[in-house]
């Protein structure tokens, strides 16, 4: 890919990131934030890659690791924040458990 | 699948990502932003199977995938909301360190072929990931309290982190020059040495605020990576990530009143504490369940400051009975919530949500802070740094600027404590000594019961 098109890319999503959380209310920091750190999981995407061209055991045990943490960053961020948000929900009902 | 099929699935992953944190910073959106940033992220690791098919080791990285699985999905199922923000940051620890090893691999896999803007961003990425990585632990062992959540400052501190970060500098030189396996593991344990040196000395209340910081680091990093990898995906999902991380991280240091500067680097500024001294027992006011009954009963107004101590105590449950017994005796009842009670801004509305509170209940800091003066009772449960007026009245204290929830201008202040020990910030609390403060020593939950079943009597 050309330099510029990667650097037109990264600009425009700096703007794009901050324009979409420039107005969020403290009760949502929390869930934002894992939220967002449940994206940065697509690093699985960039393990699975490098797993799948590893040419010595020492990459592919390392590619291996990789795919083990980012599965976990990005499953288990989407799952904790679900949880935290399934919470609000419950709670605009104000039913009893 | 073609390349330009992989691209245009790649382009939708990144807008599902877009719409996520579009619904996420929204109450009534935020659920399906979070389900929509899932759905985004399952179809971006179907399409790489799908475009790279048939993949080398194949197996390996299937079975790699369900051990991910296996230790997170339990991990986020079970954990107790109390003990969620170190979860969190674990998660961002190992995102981070998930993303040094794709460098490090991808690296290795280039050899002598790497061009130098490849090698930069693999310096960039395993340099940033590292310190992600064990940044992360450390702030995770501070909220587990598996290490004291004071900030940790030893003499000649500054020079050390300085001196290290010159040598990351340098090792990072050493690496663009010299395309070697062992300069890219010499500026990996650096870094790493570096991400623990840079999150020692943050005192406890600030340890969100470096999470968040951290998490926008680790979302640059993955950019990096999408450049090295030629993937445009990895490119928009972690500067996605990196920019709201960082305005997040803003955000959350102006609702804490801190300045992002002083956070990093205010443990290497700041003056030595007052700290009480050690031995002096003052007289405090304490009282039985009894006695708060009373003085509750009386009450036209009582305002509820709920803090971590209510929630690790379990005692969310217990705090809504007595609210609601207040209600039903005409007395107007509030939870006075302070953007970082708990461990993180809006932790202590989950934990309430948790427990059924009525969301109408809540009011936050601005709302309340202006009432105190006509609030008969305010009970601060568990809470602590939020309440301290230290925060307004004595400057060089870590919390000094800090919002409060004025709870000193209500008529009465009670306090249910286990103990004298101070917060989490480590600071002496002078309104515990004041004398319009009651104080109910025990476990919140044993002690909110025997108060409300005292109400019930009166």
Redo the contacts between chains.
Sequence with gaps: MDAMAIVSIFVLAVFVGFEVVSKVSSTLHTPLMSGANAIHGVILVGAIIVADHSETNLELGLSLAAIVLATINMVGGFVVTDRMLEMFKGNKKGTDK | MNRTMYDLIGLA?GVC??L???G????KT??R???I??L??TV??LV??AY?AP???LG??L???V???I???P???K?Q?TQ??Q??AL??G??G???A??A???Y??LGAEATT?EVVFTVFTVVVGCVSFSGSIITFMKLQELMTTRPVVFPGGRFVIAATLAAVLGASGWVVVELGTTPLLVLAALSLLFGILFVLPVGGADVPIV??LL?AF??L???A???V????????????????????TR??AD?MGRSLFGTLFGAFTAKPQDVAAAGEERPVRSGSPDDVAILLNYARRVVIVPGFGLAVAQAQHTVRELADLMLSKGIDVAYGIH?VAGR????M??L???A????DQLA?MDEVNPTFGQTDVAIVIGANDVVNPAAQTSPGCPIYGMPILEVSNAANVIFLKRSMRPGFAGIENELLYDPKTMLLFGDAKASLTKVVSALKSL
Excluded: C, Q
């Design positions: 992953a990502f877009i996520a944190l579009k996420l910073s929204h109450p935020a659920r932003g979070n389900l940033g899932a985004g992220a971006a690791t790489v199977f790279n993949l080398n080791n390996w990285i079975g790699a995938l051990v991910g699985l230790i997170g999905v991990a986020a199922r954990v909301m969620m923000p979860l969190v998660f961002n190992v995102g360190g998930a993303a090893l794709v490090i691999v991808e290795l896999n803007a999470i968040s998490n680790t979302g990093t993955v950019a990576s999408g450049y990898l030629d993937s445009t995906l990895l490119i928009i999902a972690g500067t996605l990530v990196g920019a709201s991380g960082t305005i997040l955000l959350m609702a953007p993180m801004p809006g932790h509305n989950v309430l949500a948790e059924n509170v009525p969301y936050e």
